[in-house]
């Protein structure tokens, strides 16, 4: 599975846009790139997922550039409620026994949105 | 909405002793997946599970662990002799693939795991 790297923290404030990026150098042409939020105590929760250029739902953005090498997660507006740790993941789609779509999560993203 | 469940939502219990997390996975998905988050550290993998046998597993997941799916419907971690450091949260999840959806991972809420 491809590495991904992303800032460790960010902070923001209540109504701006943030952006986070993440780079995966070494995606393979069948992996997906997907975002995880996970509150404190909580499991992780799916945010969005994308194979290339621009994926919207209602709750962020995802852009993928031609290359794929990186992505970026775009939440617009954020409130307090935001604050959460953001993990970007790459994974191969699930096929059989031998390929579950089992997600590696790394460090994360801890996105702090202040009043 | 459909969800993942998991009991119980806290266990504490004495080193050495078993211990069996319970999940109740999406009902029509068809993989199942273990992972734990120590506090204060990443969420690992730990196992997948499809067709009724261990798919995937992780260094983590060594002879102490084991797996189940009993009843078509519940699915289950056992720890046979915990130690401290199998302190954790533990998460279930489950997904479907499919070319429709995103095969995305729906995590339960956890089951934290205290050992003493």
């Known amino acids: 599975l491809a590495k991904t790297t992303q800032p460790i923290s960010m902070d923001s404030y209540e109504g701006q846009e943030v952006n986070i990026t993440c780079s995966h150098n070494n995606i393979a042409t069948n992996d997906y790139i997907t975002w995880y939020q996970q509150f404190p105590s909580q499991g992780p929760r799916f945010i969005i997922q994308?194979?290339?250029t621009k994926v919207t739902n209602e709750v962020a953005s995802l852009f993928i550039p031609a290359d794929r090498k990186s992505s970026t997660l775009s939440l617009p507006r954020v409130s307090l409620s935001d604050t959460a740790v953001y993990y970007c993941?790459?994974?191969?789609?699930?096929?059989?026994?031998?390929?579950?779509?089992?997600?590696?999560f790394g460090q994360g993203t801890t996105l702090q949105v202040k009043p | 909405e459909p969800e993942v469940t998991q009991t119980p939502s806290h266990q504490v219990t004495q080193m050495g002793q078993e211990v069996i997390l319970r999940c109740v996975p999406i009902s029509n998905h068809l993989y199942f997946y273990w992972y734990r988050q120590i506090l204060g550290q990443k969420v690992e993998f730990l196992v997948s599970f499809y067709n009724n046998e261990i798919s995937e597993k992780s260094e983590i997941f060594d002879d102490q662990f084991s797996v189940e799916r009993p009843d078509g419907s519940n699915f289950t971690l056992k720890i046979r002799s915990t130690k401290l450091e199998d302190s954790a949260m533990y998460f279930c999840a489950s997904s479907i693939p499919g070319t429709k959806n995103t095969g995305e991972l729906f995590f339960g809420e956890g089951s934290r795991l205290t050992v003493l």
């Open positions: 993941l790459v994974r191969s789609p699930a096929g059989g026994s031998s390929n579950t779509g089992k997600l590696i």
């Open positions: 994308g194979y290339k």
